[in-house]
């Protein structure tokens, strides 16, 4: 379980894309791919690409499913408690993948508390 450098921002940021950088490395899409369907969604749902319903409703659009976690963990927790799978952490202010028990950001954010995930696989 451990930390993977990921960005995929096309310019390097690493302020305000992470739920497009987290929605990339999860569903195996580039950065760009993933922005203009999350804009499209924004604008069919007249909000903007970072409103967390907008891209809720895009994950759902591809099949997944959110859970909420009922204790209190870190990113570090969850990846050792759910060694296998692919999952996207929501903390309320932050977005981040894990795959396989490793956490995929743009910066080492193992110890911010996810509140819930999105998964395909079945809870």
């Not at 990921?6 to 310019?11: I, Y």
């Not at 570090?76 to 981040?96: E, I, M, N, Q, W």
């Amino acid at each position: 379980m451990s930390y993977k450098f990921f960005n995929p921002n096309p310019s390097g940021k690493r302020v305000g894309d992470c739920v497009i950088r987290a929605i990339a490395k999860l569903t195996r899409q580039d950065w760009l791919t993933v922005y203009w369907n999350i804009a499209e969604q924004g604008a069919m749902l007249f909000d903007m690409p970072s409103s967390n319903n907008v891209w809720a409703a895009y994950l759902r659009k591809l099949g997944y499913s959110c859970f909420n976690i009922p204790f209190t963990c870190t990113v570090k927790d969850f990846c050792f408690d759910y060694p296998r799978g692919r999952f996207l952490l929501a903390t309320g202010s932050h977005v981040v993948t894990v795959i396989d028990g490793n956490y995929y950001d743009a910066w080492d954010s193992g110890n911010e508390n996810p509140i819930h995930f999105w998964t395909k696989e079945n809870f």
